[in-house]
C-alpha cells in the first residue's frame, strides 16, 4: 500500500507541479478553451470503461481477450462521434477556432482503449506498483513535453498533446506488462460477450452518465454564459480539488476494491468494518488541504499559479469544504459493485444528479460567485442522501455507526457554508479546528490498539 502510495502520490505531485508552471506560461483564457472541448470529450470518455474493467476483475469466465476487443471497438466509437460533434460544439460557443482542437482531442479515446484490459488484469493480479510505475512514467514524460510546448507558444495545443501522450504511455506500458491478443471477435462472440456484460455495463455506464451531468453542468454553463476567461477560473478551482481527490481517493480505490472483494470472499463480516475505517482515514488525509484552501486561499492561488489567476482565491474555499465530503464518499460506486448492487448504484446517482444540476442551475443564473455556492449546498444534501441510501440502507452500516462517523462532518460542512459565504474567516478557522479536533480523538479511540503497535514497530524502544 505504501509502495503504491508512493508511486500515486508522485504523479499526482508531477501534475500539481505541472499545473503551476503551465498556469505561468498559459493563460486562463487558454486554459477555458481546453476545458470547454474537456466537458464534452470528458462525458465521451465515461465510455471508455464502462465497466468492462470491473467485469474482467470481477469475472472469472470473461476473457481478456475478448474484452480487449470491445474495449478498442468503444474506442474507434467514440473518436467517431467528439470527431463528428467537433462543430456543433464550436458553433454552440460561437468560436470556431474549437473545431480542430476538438478533433485532435478525439485520438484520445483510440489510444486510451488499448489500456483498458490491461489495466484491469494488473489490477486483478494486484499489481499496483507496476501500474503505479507505468503511470509516473506516463505523467512526467507528457508534462516535459508540454512545458516545451507551452514555453514555445504552441497555446492550448499543448495541453491537448499532453493528454495524448499520457494515454499512450500508459497503454504502452501496460500492454508490455500485461500483454493481451487483439482477437477479432465475429458478430455472434461479440453479441455474446456484450449480453454477458450487459447488467453491469448498464448500471455502471448509466450512472456515470447522469453523474458526469452532474459533475459538469457547471463548467457547460459556466463556459457558455461567462465565457472562458471565467471558466478557466472556475476550473482551476475545480480542478485542483478533484485533483486532490484523485490523489488520495485513486489509491483507496485502486488498492482497496480488489482488496475488499477479496475479503468479501474469505471473511465478509468485516467488510463493513473495513469501509468505515478506509473513510475515516480519506478523512484525516484530505484534512490538510481543505484547510488551505479555506483559511488561506489568497496565499494558495500566489504559491501555486500567480496573480494572474487571483479570483481562483474567491472561489476555492468552497471546494474545500466540498472535499471533505466527496473524498469520503468517492469510492461508493465501488462499493455496491463489491455487494453486487448496481441497479441501486444507478437508481441513487439519478437522484443525485438531478440535485446537484439544480443547485448549478440555480447559481449560474443568479451570479458568477453563486455557483460554487450552491454546488456547495447541494453538495452536502446528496452527501446526506449517500450517507442514508448508500451505508445505512444498502450495506447495512448500523445508524448508530453512520452518526458516529460522519454527523462531525454534516455539522462541520453546514457551518462553513454559512462562514464561508458571509466572509467570516475566524468563524470557517474556529470550525475547521473543532473539526480535526474530534476527527482524531475519534480515530484514536477506535483504533488504539492499532495504533500502539504500530508505534512499537516503529519505536522498539519506547
Not at 478533433?103 to 494486484?126: G, Y
Amino acid at each position: 500500500m505504501v509502495k503504491v502510495g508512493g508511486y500515486r502520490y508522485s504523479s499526482q505531485l508531477a501534475r500539481m507541479i505541472g499545473n503551476i508552471i503551465l498556469a505561468r506560461l498559459l493563460t486562463p483564457e487558454e486554459f477555458g478553451i481546453v476545458a470547454i472541448i474537456t466537458v464534452f470529450s470528458g462525458f465521451i470518455m465515461i465510455f471508455r470503461y464502462s465497466g468492462i474493467n470491473y467485469a474482467v476483475i470481477k469475472d472469472d469466465t470473461i476473457l481478456p481477450e475478448n474484452a480487449h476487443f470491445i474495449a478498442i471497438l468503444f474506442g474507434l466509437i467514440q473518436f467517431s462521434i467528439l470527431a463528428l460533434i467537433s462543430y456543433p460544439v464550436a458553433w454552440f460557443y460561437k468560436d470556431m477556432a474549437l473545431v480542430m482542437p476538438t478533433i485532435i482531442t478525439a485520438f484520445v479515446f483510440i489510444v486510451s482503449s488499448f489500456s483498458v484490459v490491461p489495466m484491469a488484469v494488473l489490477m486483478k493480479e494486484m499489481e499496483f506498483a507496476s501500474l503505479g510505475r507505468i503511470n509516473l512514467f506516463s505523467t512526467v514524460f507528457a508534462l516535459l513535453v508540454s512545458f516545451v510546448l507551452a514555453y514555445v507558444g504552441f497555446s492550448y495545443w499543448s495541453l491537448i498533446i499532453q493528454e495524448i501522450l499520457f494515454y499512450a504511455g500508459v497503454a504502452i506500458g501496460t500492454m508490455r506488462k500485461a500483454p493481451v491478443k487483439f482477437i477479432i471477435s465475429s458478430l455472434a462472440e461479440l453479441k455474446e460477450n456484450l449480453k454477458r456484460l450487459k447488467s453491469l455495463l448498464r448500471n455502471i455506464t448509466g450512472f456515470n452518465i447522469v453523474n458526469y451531468f452532474s459533475r459538469n453542468t457547471d463548467n457547460f454553463l459556466v463556459g457558455k454564459i461567462y465565457g472562458a476567461g471565467s471558466l478557466g477560473i472556475y476550473n482551476r478551482a475545480y480542478s485542483f480539488i478533484y485533483l486532490t481527490i484523485g490523489l488520495i481517493s485513486g489509491v483507496t480505490r485502486q488498492v482497496a476494491y480488489p482488496s475488499l472483494e477479496a475479503l468479501k470472499k474469505t471473511d465478509p463480516r468485516k467488510v463493513n468494518n473495513e469501509i468505515i475505517f478506509i473513510m475515516q482515514v480519506v478523512g484525516i488525509l484530505v484534512f490538510p488541504i481543505s484547510f488551505i484552501c479555506i483559511v488561506f486561499s489568497k496565499e494558495l492561488v500566489l504559491i501555486m499559479w500567480g496573480k494572474n489567476w487571483l479570483e481562483v482565491a474567491d472561489i476555492i474555499p468552497y471546494f474545500g469544504l466540498v472535499l471533505l465530503t466527496q473524498a469520503q464518499t468517492n469510492l461508493v460506486g465501488e462499493l455496491f459493485i463489491l455487494k453486487n448492487m448496481e441497479a441501486r448504484y444507478f437508481n441513487m446517482g439519478l437522484l443525485n444528479s438531478f440535485l446537484m444540476v439544480s443547485g448549478i442551475v440555480i447559481g449560474v443564473f443568479i451570479s458568477f460567485m453563486a455557483v460554487p455556492l450552491f454546488y456547495s449546498i447541494f453538495n452536502l444534501l446528496v452527501f446526506l442522501i449517500i450517507l442514508y441510501w448508500a451505508f445505512y440502507k444498502s450495506f447495512r452500516i448500523s445508524l448508530k455507526q453512520v452518526l458516529a462517523n460522519w454527523l462531525n462532518v454534516t455539522i462541520a460542512s453546514t457551518l462553513l457554508i454559512y462562514a464561508i459565504s458571509q466572509n467570516k474567516p475566524l468563524l470557517s478557522l474556529t470550525v475547521l479546528v473543532l473539526y480535526l479536533l474530534i476527527l482524531l480523538s475519534q480515530f484514536i479511540k477506535e483504533h488504539k490498539s492499532a495504533i500502539s503497535q504500530l508505534i512499537k514497530k516503529l519505536l522498539p524502544n519506547t
